[in-house]
Nanobody, 122 residues
Framework: VQLQASGGGLVQAGGSLRLSCTAS??????????MGWFRQAPGKEREYVGS????????HYADSVKGRFTISRDNDKNTVYLQMNSLKLEDTAVYYC??????????????WGQGTQVTVSS
């Protein structure tokens, strides 16, 4: 499956942004994939943000974003979303979506999107 992330941009601290990740319609049915969001800030390792199960009934978040970020999906549109509220300077990173067989920080994510830049300014 091919993933295309979009929606990144420049936002002030405290603001909101919604990222989207759309999967190609070739291959397996989208709902069979757990979807994850990750991010990587300059000079830092890639960090798990959160994930959602294939049918969308279960989500998991990193402690750093819990209560501020929400992941959802629309399987009819082959799209997963990352709603980011109350953004902080430390949320600045390139955000990646990924598809795999199991949601959660330890899920095996086999397919990755190209990343979209999120910059939070003061």
């Amino acid at each position: 499956v091919q993933l295309q992330a979009s929606g990144g941009g420049l936002v002030q601290a405290g603001g909101s942004l919604r990222l989207s990740c759309t999967a190609s319609r070739r291959g397996r049915t989208f709902s069979t994939y757990a979807m994850g969001w990750f991010r990587q800030a300059p000079g830092k390792e890639r960090e798990y943000v959160g994930s959602i199960s294939g049918r969308g009934g279960r989500t998991h978040y990193a402690d750093s974003v819990k209560g501020r970020f929400t992941i959802s999906r629309d399987n009819d549109k082959n799209t997963v979303y990352l709603q980011m509220n109350s953004l902080k300077l430390e949320d600045t990173a390139v955000y990646y979506c990924a598809a795999g067989g199991q949601y959660g920080p330890s899920g095996a994510y086999d397919y990755w999107g190209q990343g979209t830049q999120v910059t939070v300014s003061s």
